[in-house]
């Protein structure tokens, strides 16, 4: 496997035929769209010689029930397990299950020797988390009972092997609460044959402020999960400015604290598969970034004729064009098969469980061949 960073004056054929390969197979690998223009400072997935995995992994991805069949079906493959996103929940424990019916993705995960996982979210009825609902839950043994044992009978019921936790904005006064909660979640799911994850917000320290890391005890959640995932996608977002969404340097922060406090073989890395695309200039509580896929953000750079610029710190790829309809500057940031591979090297640095992609709803092609040719996938 090469990694190809396109220069100025180069074409697919060009580029094809000086590796030894079917210019047909670079552009289905990197989702070209004809006539297959290319962007200065693009990265290619260049797919050559026998594949030499050194490492097994576990990978999951969120979906929601509306996902695209086809894309589902392309990507299962390459995951140990899919968490379906996701089933709300009442102040005493009743179960609010997705807008969309879930059963059809049950069905293909286990067809593909995947992981059907339930997603269990606090949502209050604006869509957003809800620490109201965490706290009535984990501070109410009856509620907590309630809420397990309806767990249970659901996942009987469909199919589903585990349960992930993704709970947010929890108070600090609810955090041991929480992790009792989660004691008693992952218990209930053992004797039963199933296993039970939480995500964790992107800590760097223990005592770190604010209301997204003061309610969760990354040593006491560690000890009680199966396993967790670092919700290492927190930087670049909808309403903040222009920046690397998963900047490795970053990352590599909350992977080294987390390490202090959590084995490495219950640790899973996340991992964009998105990118934001932001009007300039930021104007903080004005500006909100539009999501985008990372293919439609290369399409954006050659339609706008941008080149891709990388930075070496974040190990991002980031561009700047200007709207000529009307007038205004955007700034986009975004993955590629340079970042990923800087999160895949970090994977294998420190002997991590595996990793979990927030969210798997757009094919990305290059992105899994990648996956593929560095690490063997549990299944």
Same mark, same amino acid.
């Given at each position: ?24 197979? +670079? ?6 769209? &004809? $006539? ?42 390459? +995951?140990?397990? +899919? $968490?379906?996103? #996701? ?28 992981? $059907? ?17 965490? #706290? ?66 992107? *800590? ?51 992977? &080294? ?5 959590? $084995? ?75 970042? =990923?591979?800087? *999160? ?25 061949? =990648? ?7 549990? *299944?």
């Amino acid at each position: 496997m090469e990694i190809y960073v396109v220069e100025q004056g180069d074409t697919v054929n060009a580029i094809a035929a000086a590796y030894g390969i079917e210019a047909a197979q +670079l552009i289905l690998d990197n989702q070209l769209v &004809e $006539p297959y223009e290319l962007a200065v400072g693009q990265a290619l997935f260049i797919g050559i010689g026998e594949r030499q995995p050194t490492m097994t992994i576990a990978v999951s991805g969120y979906a929601y029930p509306f996902i695209n069949q086809w894309v589902l079906q392309q990507t299962l493959p390459f +995951l140990t397990e +899919l $968490p379906i996103f #996701s089933y709300g929940f009442t102040l005493d424990g009743e179960l609010i299950p997705p807008l969309w019916d879930d059963s059809w993705m049950i069905r293909l995960a286990l067809m593909n020797g995947t992981q $059907p996982i339930l997603t269990l979210t606090p949502f209050g009825p604006n869509g957003r988390f809800n620490n109201q609902l965490i #706290s009535s839950i984990v501070n109410s043994q009856a509620y907590m009972d309630n809420i397990i044992q309806n767990m249970l009978l659901l996942m009987q019921e469909k199919g589903y092997q585990g349960v992930d936790i993704d709970f947010e904005y929890i108070l600090a006064s609810d955090r041991d609460a929480f992790t009792e909660f989660v004691r008693q979640v992952a218990e209930a799911m053992r004797a039963n044959g199933y296993h039970t994850s939480v995500a964790l917000a992107p *800590k760097t320290s223990a005592d770190q402020p604010g209301l997204l890391y003061e309610g969760k005890d990354y040593r006491a959640l560690g000890q009680v999960a199966d396993h967790v995932l670092l919700m290492t996608y927190e930087w670049g977002y909808t309403f903040g400015p222009p920046m690397a969404v998963a900047p490795i340097n970053q990352v590599r922060r909350v992977v &080294e604290y987390a390490l202090t406090e959590i $084995p490495r073989e219950k640790i899973d890395l996340g991992i964009p598969n998105y990118g934001y695309n932001w009007a300039l200039p930021y104007e903080r509580g004005v500006t909100q970034a539009q999501t985008i896929g990372n293919v439609q953000a290369v399409r954006i750079a050659v339609e706008r004729g941008a080149a891709i610029q990388f930075d070496e710190l974040a190990q991002s790829p980031y561009f700047r064009y200007r709207d000529v309809a009307t007038g205004v500057e955007h700034e986009v940031w975004f993955e590629d098969v340079r970042s =990923l591979q800087a *999160k895949f090297d970090l994977i294998k640095e420190f002997q991590l469980r595996g990793c979990g992609y927030w969210q798997i709803m757009q094919w990305f092609r290059a992105n899994w061949l =990648l996956l593929q040719e560095n690490f063997y996938i549990r *299944k």
